[in-house]
Each structure stands twice: as C-alpha cells, then as structure tokens.
T-cell receptor
Framework: EDKVVQSPLSLVVHEGDTVTLNCSYEVTNFRSLLWYKQEKKAPTFLFMLTSSGIEKKSGRLSSILDKKELFSILNITATQTGDSAVYLCAADDRGSTLGRLYFGRGTQLTVWP | NAGVTQTPKFQVLKTGQSMTLQCAQDMNHEYMSWYRQDPGMGLRLIHYSVGAGITDQGEVPNGYNVSRSTTEDFPLRLLSAAPSQTSVYFC????????????FGPGTRLTVT
C-alpha cells in the first residue's frame, strides 16, 4: 500500500494556466514533506516543508503543508513549457534516526505552448 | 565540483550476469543511497549508507549488495541479474540524514534480457 499518493497522475495544460498538484501521505512518524522536479533525468529539489500553514515560495512555484489533514499541494502559476516534468513528493518518516523517504508515483505535467 | 556522478549511463545485461553500478560524490556528504525507479512508480530505496563502513537495507534490497569503503564512493552490485531488475537506478547523497535534501546523480538505465 502506497504511503504517499499523488494526484492527478497526469495533467495537460496550456501556457499561462495555473495548476495545483496534490500529495497525501500516511507515515507513522512524519517529519517533513519534500517536492522534487524530474525532467527526464535526475530529480532536482524544490521544497522541504516541515510546518503546517507556512507557504514556501520560489518564483512561480509555491507549496504548503497541512499536517492535520496529511497533505501538501504544489502550485504553479503562469505555467511555461519549461515546467513540463514529473513532480515527485516524498514524505520523511523519522521512524529510524536516519529517516526514510517514501516517494509518490509522481504527477506528469505537460504544458502546451 | 562534479556533484554526484554515476557510470555507466546505459547497460544491457543477460539474465544471470553480474555487474557493478558506480556512484561517486565530491561534496563530502556522509549519507548516500541507491534508488530504483520503474515506469509509473516513484523512487524506491534499495540500500543506503550513513558513512564509510556503514550500510543498511532499504525497501527493495533483494538481489543487490553495496559497500562503502570511502566517503566518496558507493557502488551497487547486482549479483545475478534478473529481468525484474530492469529499471533506472539513481544514486543520491545528502549532507544530513537520508531524508534531508538529496542530490541525485544522472541515473543508470539498466535492461536485463
């Protein structure tokens, strides 16, 4: 059973649209939620969220965490073709001192010109 | 500063063959890990290491061995390749615990026939 569930699995939009990607998680000893962007190669880090309700922002991307409802969203405003990628979220389970990252299956975002 | 490097980029093996995927990082990170990514799936942790001489199993360790003789290198060995090991393999390192921001290598695409 997946500990991290992302939705939608796939999304197609036009440039300029705003998108919201969802990530719900269920880990026993939650510590943080991480977002990565993957463009046909290695994932690159976007955000790490540890506190509820505090938005993290980087340019047109922003993300927020709700620890009560166990989910996070990633918003992308004014999308561009360069935003086309798979977006992965991962939940950090601090069940061991080393931590463990559980990844979702990703949302494939395609932005058409 | 090359970051995380992986070799080879592509590899085709026959069932039963063995091989080693190489991973090196020059950021002096203590934590290193190996993931596999299958189509439509997120990243799954194979093995990880918290420093030279210390390794442990992740979610999907069967069929793989690792060792960590130096801080820089973390090779992954396939003992007897099986078609189920066809996947893309990513090595990652992080400056703190496993679940902190991770730096990924470019990946190795492995096909087992």
């Amino acid at each position: 059973e997946d500990k991290v569930v992302q939705s939608p699995l796939s999304l197609v939009v036009h440039e300029g649209d705003t998108v919201t990607l969802n990530c719900s998680y269920e880990v026993t000893n939650f510590r943080s939620l991480l977002w990565y962007k993957q463009e046909k190669k290695a994932p690159t880090f976007l955000f790490m969220l540890t506190s509820s309700g505090i938005e993290k922002k980087s340019g047109r991307l922003s993300s927020i965490l709700d620890k009560k409802e166990l989910f996070s969203i990633l918003n992308i405003t004014a999308t561009q073709t360069g935003d086309s990628a798979v977006y992965l979220c991962a939940a950090d389970d601090r069940g061991s001192t080393l931590g463990r990252l559980y990844f979702g299956r990703g949302t494939q975002l395609t932005v058409w010109p | 500063n090359a970051g995380v490097t992986q070799t080879p980029k592509f590899q085709v093996l026959k069932t039963g063959q063995s091989m080693t995927l190489q991973c090196a990082q020059d950021m002096n990170h203590e934590y290193m890990s190996w993931y596999r990514q299958d189509p439509g799936m997120g990243l799954r942790l194979i093995h990880y290491s918290v420093g030279a001489g210390i390794t442990d199993q992740g979610e999907v360790p069967n069929g793989y061995n690792v060792s960590r003789s130096t801080t820089e290198d973390f090779p992954l060995r396939l003992l007897s390749a099986a078609p189920s090991q066809t996947s893309v393999y990513f090595c990652a390192s992080s400056p703190r615990r496993l679940s902190y921001e991770q730096y990924f290598g470019p990946g190795t695409r492995l096909t087992v026939t």
